[in-house]
Nanobody, 125 residues
């Protein structure tokens, strides 16, 4: 049975970096597959973030262009998402996705949390 196993999520400060990895079953890791990353922020719909098209081109949602890079290692059947200059709005659960021969496969998800820098609140009597 095809599997996608993700890793690499975590806590990071704004401006920091993380790299997500997704090991994909060999039987669906194909250059003819559509594969990429989605994310779901709290209270929002799951959205595509970055992916390889079936032609091998890379596509990105506008909000991550110039900061995120999707790549893959065909010798390791692994898909990566390099995330730089992270912002609090990048917080969410990131899912690896493969679409191949009419079937859709999802990873279990990995949490990415980007802490805001905080703001001082002072209450005076």
């Amino acid at each position: 049975q095809a599997q996608l196993v993700e890793s690499g999520g975590g806590l990071v400060q704004p401006g920091g970096s993380l790299t997500l990895s997704c090991v994909v079953s060999q039987d669906i890791f194909s250059r003819h597959a559509l594969m990429g990353w989605y994310r779901q922020a709290p209270g929002k719909e799951r959205e595509p973030v970055a992916s390889f098209t079936t032609g091998g081109s890379r596509t990105y949602v506008e909000s991550v262009k110039g900061r995120f890079t999707v790549s893959r290692d065909t010798t390791q059947n692994t898909l990566y998402l390099q995330m730089n200059s992270l912002k609090p709005e990048d917080t969410g659960v990131y899912y690896c996705n493969v679409q191949f021969r009419g079937s859709v496969y999802w990873g279990q998800g990995t949490q990415v949390t980007v802490w805001g820098q905080g703001t001082q609140v002072t209450v005076s009597p």
